[in-house]
């Protein structure tokens, strides 16, 4: 975990990947528990960047988020990601009803190309880091507010913008971007661990 | 030089707009067509598709999708073109005769018509075999690639919208999806291969609500709970019932969806149309037999009776027919419920029946759990979850197709009659107990905890759920034979109901969801609008209701 960074204050690529993954883990867990997309019932809670974050204990979520952040894991820290959405489509006639996107940037000096992108790292507080977590999770939750009801059985999947010439694994297939027409977006706020930088923007369509 | 070469695309791209045209194809195209050389669309379309790499406009590139879209569609009616392509030869000697001159091919038919004075169609030139042959193979053709096509179409579609967004260049980027799709929340009526697996968690959960609607206030509940609205304390109507029963274990009376009150006096079955406000008597049994319970149908056209004959009949009621008799149960049938085509019986053994009326051999379960008479017996609104009380204080929760109990819960203190499921969260029961009990409690039936109790001090003979409001109704005995309406969830009296001289015996809602009508051993029956709609409001919720069809009516295309 964080362990390594606390020491020094300095954040390695890897470290990077680790916590951006930790945060798509409970930003996701949390959005599923938000929006109601699996019943309150099979969420428990941890305490987080300080704040209580909602974790399901469905078996097979776990699993699929667990198998896929991995994944997500690795690509990031080999910097081939550039967007992470979490789709949330009406499970009936699939019709994509919420976007969430999380833009993933490479600080200078850690881009796709650099040599030394594995042995360099960057100077920033995990404290500090953290903080600009937890205001991404609070608006995450406070979006509740302002998105429209989710009244029908949803499912979520997850899409992962990676480079056109990447290797990718046979679990793994093409996908639609599942754009929503006409929809209205929310931008929240961003988040950097000085080698990766997350943008958050929400988008759902308008209920008319 | 570059404004030369944007010149010479512009015409390119215009000229191949020229031949996507709509109208009918060239001649030799259909016939192409017709002798199946289909590959043809093919090739026309990757041509076409290799013109929009010229990536001019959005709009340039958007041309071979509507051509492909449009082949897809021609398709069909080139395979019937033979038989019709003759139809305007067989008009032509009619119209000769009225003296029209026929364009063209005018100097032949003049000469056939000439010997005759009426219109016999010569159909030598058409060839019926071939043409039903290649109507019926171009039918079978579309069947068996439409899977294929489709999915070509739509990967099509979507490079070329991709294209699009990008200007005209194909994308930098891929979007990736994990194949293993999360396992969906929620509706566990489903069958994926992940269900077996999860049917634990999925099997309580509550299909289509979700829990974040309290926090909508433009939805209907929420304002109402709050609103102090008129709720008139005299009933709207009283009805006599001579001779009904004044037995707290039976259900003698039930409100169908088609507006027909079917009330059991005795021995005898009467429906009352709520409708024009005529009474039909259905059926009469002789003294020593009586009802013990009535229970319509969803759909409102057949009835069940439970008799103390240890029968259940089903009853057609508009023929006034017996439909059919169903023996099980060695005691009087005291309650009933229907899930579909399963009628549920409870008996006074303490034995439930589910009843497959479709089937001949009618038991599909027999559920012995219950020691002592069963009181209360009533699906859930989805259909998952039986709910049953019992003389022995008990009520026990079943998942359907089960014959364990899911839960049991003991907390009563008496007899549980009153069981009603809440309309809006499919897995909240309410209960109440007896004399010695006097509580109402609402349970969590997928987690199987107690939500909340409320001692009413009174006999609880009868719970309903408002499908308007966030409020239920329960019917009570000694001392005021009141009905209490409370606001949920928090189960706060909301107003009392006096009116009747004995003990509250059931009650019905509706199908309108506006009026609750008590049955009492005062021997009446008393309608109460307690839940009235504004005028207002239903039209909105009328139009609530038709958004799911107008959903789905706008995938269909």
Not at chain 2, 232 to 256: F, G, R
Not at chain 2, 361 to 386: F, P, V, Y
Request: aromatic share 8%.
């Amino acid at each position: 975990m964080p362990d390594n960074q606390e020491q020094s204050n300095c954040v390695t690529l890897k470290g990077s990947g680790q916590l951006v993954s930790e945060f798509f883990f409970y930003g996701i867990n949390s959005i599923l528990y938000q929006r109601g997309i699996y019943p309150p019932e099979s969420f428990t809670y941890k305490q987080q960047y300080g704040l209580t974050v909602f974790l399901t204990t469905d078996e097979g979520v776990k699993k699929y988020l667990n198998t896929v952040l991995a994944q997500i894991k690795d690509w990031l820290e080999a910097g081939q990601i550039s967007r992470l959405v979490l789709v949330i489509s009406n499970a009936d006639n699939k019709e994509t009803l919420e976007r969430w996107d999380f833009r993933i940037q490479h600080e200078k000096g850690f881009e796709a190309g650099q040599k030394d992108r594995n042995t360099k790292s960057a100077e920033k507080d995990l404290k500090e880091i953290q903080k600009e977590m937890r205001e991404v999770m609070r608006q995450i939750t406070a979006c509740v507010t302002f998105l429209p009801l989710l009244d029908c059985t949803c499912s979520f999947d997850l899409l992962v913008y990676t480079h056109k010439n990447l290797d990718v694994p046979d679990e793994w297939g093409d996908s639609a971007a599942c754009y929503i027409a006409d929809a209205e977006s929310v931008r929240l706020k961003s988040f950097s661990t000085s080698v990766h930088k997350v943008d958050t923007c929400v988008s759902y369509k308008l209920n008319l | 030089m570059s404004h030369m070469e944007f010149n010479t695309n512009l015409k390119d791209t215009l000229k191949s707009d020229n031949e996507l045209k709509t109208g009918p194809l060239p001649r030799w195209q259909r016939r192409a067509r017709e002798q199946g050389l289909t590959p043809l669309s093919i090739n026309e379309k990757s041509f076409l598709g290799n013109k929009s790499g010229l990536g001019i406009s959005p709009r340039s590139a958007r041309t071979p999708l509507s051509g492909s879209f449009l082949d897809g569609k021609k398709s069909p009616s080139t395979g019937i073109s033979p038989g019709r392509e003759k139809s305007p030869a067989r008009l032509m000697p009619k119209l000769a005769v009225r003296g029209h001159r026929t364009p063209g091919g005018g100097n032949k038919t003049p000469n056939k018509l000439a010997c005759g004075d009426r219109f016999i169609p010569n159909r030598s030139a058409t060839d019926y075999e071939r043409s039903h042959h290649l109507i019926m193979s171009s039918m079978d053709r579309k069947d068996t690639n439409a899977d294929d096509e489709q999915s070509l179409q739509q990967k099509e579609y979507r490079e070329k919208m991709l294209q699009n967004l990008n200007d005209g260049v194909p994308p930098e980027t891929r979007v990736l999806s994990f194949k293993a799709k999360a396992p969906q929340g929620k509706d566990g009526s489903k069958s994926s291969q992940n269900f077996q697996l999860f049917c634990n968690v999925m099997i309580f959960i509550s299909a289509h609500i979700n829990n974040l609607k309290v926090l909508f206030s433009t939805g209907k509940s929420a304002t109402k709970s709050s609103s102090s609205r008129h709720i008139p304390s005299v009933p709207e109507k009283i009805l006599d019932a001579p001779e009904l029963l004044n037995d707290y274990y039976l259900h003698l009376m039930d409100w169908s969806s088609n507006n027909h009150l079917a009330v059991g006096l005795g021995g005898c079955v009467f429906i009352w149309n709520g409708g024009d406000g005529t009474i039909t008597p259905l059926t009469q049994y002789e003294d020593p037999e009586y009802i013990c319970s009535l229970s319509w149908i969803k759909e409102g056209n057949v009835l069940a009776i439970g008799r103390s004959n240890k029968n259940t009949e089903l009853w057609d009621v508009a023929q006034q027919k017996l439909i059919r008799t169903m023996a099980g149960h060695t005691d009087r049938i005291t309650s009933l419920s229907w899930n579909s085509f399963i009628l549920s019986s409870g008996s006074r053994s303490g034995q439930i029946i589910h009843h497959d009326v479709r089937n001949p051999n009618h038991i599909s379960a027999t559920l012995n759990h219950h020691s002592q008479e069963i009181c209360g017996l009533k699906w859930s609104n989805d259909g998952r979850m039986l709910a049953a009380g019992g003389n022995d204080n008990l009520v026990s929760i079943w998942e359907n197709g089960s014959t364990t109990p899911l839960f049991t819960f003991s907390d009563h203190q008496a007899a549980v009659k009153g069981l009603a499921w809440c309309p809006f969260q499919n897995n909240i029961l309410a209960s109440g107990g007896g004399t010695n009990d006097r509580t109402i409690r609402l349970w969590n039936c997928s987690l199987g905890t107690n939500l909340k109790t409320v001692n009413t001090n009174s006999q609880v003979s009868s719970l309903l759920w408002s499908t308007h409001y966030r409020e239920l109704i329960s019917g009570h005995g000694f001392s005021q034979n009141q009905l209490t309406i409370w606001k949920y969830p928090t189960l706060t009296k909301v107003t009392d109901l006096t009116g009747h001289t004995g003990r509250v015996l059931e009650m019905c809602l509706s199908p309108d969801g506006q009026t609750v009508v008590s049955a009492a051993a005062d021997e009446t029956l008393r309608l109460w609008k307690c839940w009235a709609v504004d005028k207002k409001e239903k039209k909105s919720l009328n139009i609530g209701k038709d958004h799911p069809i107008s959903a789905l009516a706008r995938t269909i295309r």
